[in-house]
């Protein structure tokens, strides 16, 4: 049987790394997929570097449309990233009638659903394991091996450059802003790392899981975002005193009303095997109804491990192609007919319990006052640190941890906490999850 | 379209799962998979028992070559374990055109080229999902989400039973056999337990896995198969003091000269993820070329666990059914014709680094013959403690952590050790892997 031709638009990290995994392990996954997989033509901007990495084998050419407009290419790979040129280019290959496979969590995040319903009206496959978590064959699992589950929450570290920051905060005590430029020194943290540290890339990530697990279109726009920035070293040493590691989690969450759909920096019990996933590695825990807790890690990113579930993607369409698309894996899990419109919760109706800093006053009825007012709002409390004060202070920390509440009752407790003249400081607030 | 036909082939703990599990989430199934999964006739000894879980909807018999010869079925489930009647059933199904899913992992680990090979030229598919590690599809991402990848060496806690009591013997530092009753009260450890704990269950699993990783065929009878019968708190303890668990696992590794396939009791270092996998719960650690390090955890056994891979094989036959047998993922990963008789190393020609427990007289001069030894066999020692003796004590604890060697080298030297007339005891050894 002859190969399939593959045509990559872009070829920096995951498209070299596609290229060396396809050449490096070309007979096994021969004898996987039962025929060959080869890459016959390379759209770059640089054309040069693209020549260097692609080899005489296969033609490169600075024009994505030639890829998509040769008629012996099957599947186009996308890894210009972004949502611009990339999401015209894979709309275009859609309509030639290309399977097409891409590494761009932004672009479904946003525009999934007007390119899933493209690829079915055209009977083609959009695959995207490389979107989510990098060689983690987490959509695998999640659409195909979970599929008898009724999936209740899924709670991810699935961006690596801030798990990276925060293991180092935690480990070396440094705040935000020192590790992040180690981060850049050492390649887990780009020039401009907003993405990363905002947590828009981890939510683009939850947003597509959320669809997956629930059967809702994806909706970015709804997504609860908060990044790490604003992260304290003292707030991660308190925690740990609770018992607890902060981790930046993308979470999302089926409730009565609705869908809890956010990204935030989450306290979580250290002895919770993803509390203990450190550096720059994903982990992302499932709950659901038949099977309990499953737990999926490795590498997020970087060249091979993309690469590696870029391929993946391409034996799955090499085997499928040749079906019936009705038979094919939906795109997002469920088939379209079946899709589900619960909406997405504002967040002052999502439930957590959180943690709370304040710099208050030392002096008597501080606390009480407090408690007065957590106790007003409905909010109970599970714990109370009290940090010393040290000799001649007038102030001093308090740290509270409460039970599980509304974040719109915890908001209004908030503001009239913050108003207090014995509360000097703005009050941090994380919040807190038992991933139990 | 119509409901694909299901029978079963034993209704005990995972079939009444399966039952409990198509029946609650039906809906959000039919959403996925296309169609409806109905199990529609059950065969069970206990007619009684099987009427009280299957329901009037579905027809009962206490004679499974019913169900095999019944035209509507369109999937066997077999779920009655064991290699006698078990197989002989599956050839029959599969003579009969049936499509199968099994949970039997000993059936596979010993029978599985025959049932293949009858499954390949009958063009059915024989799934397996639920015979390793329970709930958590690692046979799904072995087979298809890591296809990119050689694999380099499969390390997993595969057994539930045996990891709950490591876990109790640790945490509560008591002996086996107290632990052992513990878990056998609490239903963690069957009356006979000699499968589990005699490490039999996690070889099955571990010959499964190491077929899928490597390309081989499946060969039982080449591993090497040890339990935790023999495993004393002492060394749990000490290991833990050198900064190491103690974990029966499941290895499969590829070496230049051929395949290890093994199980026994293992140090690992106290920080790895796996290390800290306790109680009942499984976890298998993937190691491969391109992904790097993967992980997936969760529950091996129990009713609805089991029973999601059981629902998971059947909504992938569901939509494999209809194609051509040919694009269908290969029941071993690789297609037959790509097989490879690469050979199972036997265990001389191992490599593993050695945890060593020695009780030696308390004298000069016994450190250093027992070194000489291990040098005289190019054995590099990595630590080693030494407890103090008591006041009048003649004898103490030697223990040493040797670097990699050669299993056959360490058996001669263990020979000459034992016959120091300064060693007053059995020497205990345990292999220890670093996992990185």
């Not at 989510?132 to 699992?141: E, W």
């Not at 991660?236 to 981790?247: F, H, P, T, V």
């Not at 002052?348 to 030392?362: G, I, K, M, N």
């Not at 109370?384 to 209004?412: A, F, N, W, Y």
Request: with cysteine.
């Amino acid at each position: 049987m002859k190969a399939i031709k593959v045509g990559l638009l872009g070829i920096g990290t995951v498209g070299s790394g596609t290229f060396q995994v396809l050449r490096r392990n070309q007979e096994e996954i021969r004898g996987r997929a039962g025929r060959g997989i080869e890459i016959a033509m390379v759209a770059d901007l640089d054309l040069a570097r693209a020549k260097s990495i692609a080899g005489d084998a296969c033609e490169v050419v600075d024009d994505a449309r030639k890829v998509i407009a040769n008629p012996e290419i099957d599947i186009v790979v996308e890894l210009i990233g972004g949502y611009g040129v990339a999401k015209t280019l894979v709309l275009e290959a859609i309509a030639a009638g290309k399977h097409v496979v891409t590494a761009n969590k932004a672009l479904l995040a946003v525009h999934g659903t007007e390119i899933f319903a493209a690829a079915h009206a055209k009977g083609v496959i959009v695959a995207f394991e490389a979107a989510v978590a990098g060689g983690i064959p987490i959509i695998k699992a999640l659409r195909e091996g979970l599929t008898a589950n009724r999936i209740e929450w899924i709670a991810g570290i699935i961006n690596g450059t801030t798990n990276f920051i925060l293991s180092e905060m935690r480990s070396k005590g440094l705040d935000f802003g020192v590790v992040l430029k180690e981060a850049q020194r050492l390649g887990y943290a780009e020039a401009d790392p907003t993405f990363d540290i905002e947590g828009v890339d981890a939510a683009h990530k939850a947003t597509i899981m959320s669809a997956i697990a629930f059967g809702i279109p994806v909706q970015f726009d709804k997504a609860h975002v908060e990044g790490i920035t604003k992260l304290q070293a003292a707030d991660i040493k308190y925690a740990e005193q609770l018992g607890y590691r902060i981790k930046l989690l993308g979470i999302a969450r089926r409730r009565e009303a609705g869908i809890e759909l956010r990204v935030h920096p989450t306290l979580i019990p250290a002895q919770r095997l993803i509390a203990n996933v450190e550096g720059a590695m994903n982990a992302v825990l499932v709950q659901a109804d038949a099977v309990g807790t499953t737990l999926y890690y490795g590498k997020g990113a970087g060249s091979e491990p993309t690469a590696s579930a870029v391929v993946a993607d391409l034996v799955d369409i090499t085997r499928l192609h040749t079906a019936d698309p009705e038979h094919r894996v939906p795109h997002l899990a469920f088939r379209p007919d079946a899709m589900s419109d619960t909406p997405i919760l504002p967040m002052a109706q999502v439930a957590t319990s959180f943690y709370l800093r304040l710099v208050v006053a030392d002096q008597a009825g501080v606390l009480s006052r407090i408690t007065t007012i957590l106790a007003e709002h409905d909010i109970s409390i599970d714990a109370v640190l009290q940090r010393e004060s040290g000799e001649g202070e007038k102030q001093t920390d308090l740290i509270i941890l409460t039970h599980e509440t509304l974040e719109g009752r915890m908001d209004k407790a908030l503001t009239q906490m913050q108003a207090l003249e014995t509360v000097l400081a703005p009050i941090v607030r994380i919040r807190k999850e038992e991933l139990a």
